[in-house]
């Protein structure tokens, strides 16, 4: 599984938390704890921990749920999103802009270097660019052999030369091979005799290279130390992207990831395996909701959306009611939304309005909103459209084809004046509710 057991435990306390009757205070504090004590021992950096802590804590006590939204779906989704940010902002792409599109793959030796310069060639084959691999290691004779191996299974041309041994003389030879295509891929030692020789040599290389993206290539198993490792690249070369490997099973992946996302370079690719495929482009928001399990938090995202739906909706309502032309058809619509939404008070709280909402809002009772509702359906479309024409004879008809009382029909009349009256009163600011600044 990725990332060892760090998921799972994720999945088990939101689930908690979901199974939890009420979400106060407690219960934040207590899903926090969880959250912490799976992330520490993924790895996580204690302080980003502590930061997330903070956040999820705060934004949980502080923040509204939106209408509609449960206060334990808002927890979850605060969850969700501190998660993500723990990964890095957003999501970033290889482009390949140029051609050739020169790539230098840096890294340690073991890291899984030489694994995914074959397994981005393949991928970038399935994306239609023909690309070409050589291997500037002169340092590990097994290099050249492993590289060969593993381009020849992909139909990928390589470039090396296990008897030379100058790197700086196969990069070039290798430039000039394979100058036509779209993108060269050069794999480069990951071991000398010491650092200071291996990063010596990789900044060689970049100079003779001048390549268009440096990639670094991370062992994620080795959790959070990865960003000294990172940072020590960094130093020497500019560092365009990261791929983090080895994220299959790793305890510590959580750990590498989080840690990684604070260095600067995007993580732009993750390898789950040992497989020419498994290599995955990253995105840290579709990345924790597949840890998180995706149907869920993909339900409740569907969810907040449709919220915002409504709020538009709700939205337009009130531009009508306020721009005069208030009809009962809009009552109407009015009614609808708020047995669905609540009560009407309520929804006008949501929107940005200025001025006192009118009293009557919050008397009308259910029972009330139904029966003008079925006072409504037995009105011609006319009627609705153009109150004013509703007479004492045409009063009758409706209150027949209702089943109520002349009067009721009378009383829904009056209700009508009323709110189009108070409503004269309101002024509207620009939009920018609760809900929007939530979602941002
Ligand atoms: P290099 O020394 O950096 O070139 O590393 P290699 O490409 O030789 O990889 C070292 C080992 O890690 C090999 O056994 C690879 O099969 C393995 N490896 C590389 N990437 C992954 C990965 O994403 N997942 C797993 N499970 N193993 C990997």
């Not at 709700?314 to 032309?325: Q, R």
Request: charged share 35%.
């Amino acid at each position: 599984t990725m990332l060892g057991k760090l998921g799972e435990k994720l999945r088990k306390s939101i689930k908690k938390l979901a199974k939890m009757p009420i979400v106060d205070e407690k219960v934040v504090k207590e899903v926090i704890k969880d959250l912490q004590r799976a992330l520490i021992q993924a790895d996580v950096n204690v302080k980003l921990v502590f930061k997330l802590s903070k956040s999820i804590e705060k934004r949980a006590l502080k923040e509204e749920p939106p209408k509609g939204i449960t206060p334990k779906e808002h927890v979850i989704k605060i969850v969700y999103e501190e998660l993500t940010k723990l990964l890095g902002k957003k999501s970033y792409k290889l482009k390949i802009d140029k051609k050739p599109y020169k790539i230098l793959f840096v890294g340690l030796q073991g890291s899984g270097k030489t694994t995914t310069v074959a397994k981005l060639a393949h991928y970038l084959r399935l994306k239609g660019y023909n690309s070409a691999v050589v291997c500037t290691d002169t340092w590990r004779t097994a290099a050249y052999d492993q590289l060969k191996q593993l381009t020849e299974e992909i139909n990928v041309p390589m470039y090396g030369d296990p008897n030379e041994d100058n790197p700086i003389r196969l990069a070039k030879e290798g430039l000039n091979k394979f100058k036509n295509y779209d993108v060269i891929l050069f794999d480069t030692a990951g071991r000398h005799k010491n650092e200071k020789e291996l990063l010596d040599e990789m900044e060689m290389l970049s100079k003779e290279i001048n390549p268009d993206e440096i990639i670094l290539v991370i062992d994620g198993t080795i959790g959070q130390q990865a960003k000294s490792q990172a940072k020590a690249f960094s130093e020497r070369v500019k560092i365009g992207s990261i791929i983090v490997t080895k994220l299959d099973g790793s305890a510590k992946g959580g750990g590498a990831l989080s840690a990684v996302s604070e260095v600067g370079a995007p993580i732009k690719f993750i390898g789950t395996g040992e497989k020419i495929d498994d290599l995955e482009e990253f995105d840290p928001a579709r990345f924790m909701s597949r840890l998180l399990g995706m149907g869920d938090i993909k339900s409740l995202i569907e969810k907040f959306e449709r919220v915002v739906e409504e709020e538009d909706k709700i939205s337009e309502t009130v531009d009508t009611m306020l721009s005069g032309k208030f009809t009962l058809k809009d009552l109407k619509t009015q009614f609808e939304t708020m047995k669905k939404m609540g009560p009407l008070k309520q929804i006008l709280n949501m929107l940005p309005l200025a001025g006192n909402i009118p009293k009557n809002f919050s008397k009308i009772t259910e029972d009330k909103i139904k029966k003008y509702c079925v006072i409504m359906d037995s009105m011609t479309e006319e009627e609705l459209e153009n109150p004013r024409i509703i007479k004492y004879s045409r009063v009758k008809r409706i209150a027949r084809g209702a089943g109520v009382r002349n009067e009721d029909v009378r009383e829904l009349l009056r209700y009508y004046k009323t709110t189009k009256k108070a409503l004269k009163g309101f002024e509207r600011r620009k939009l920018g509710g609760p809900i929007q600044s939530i979602l941002k």
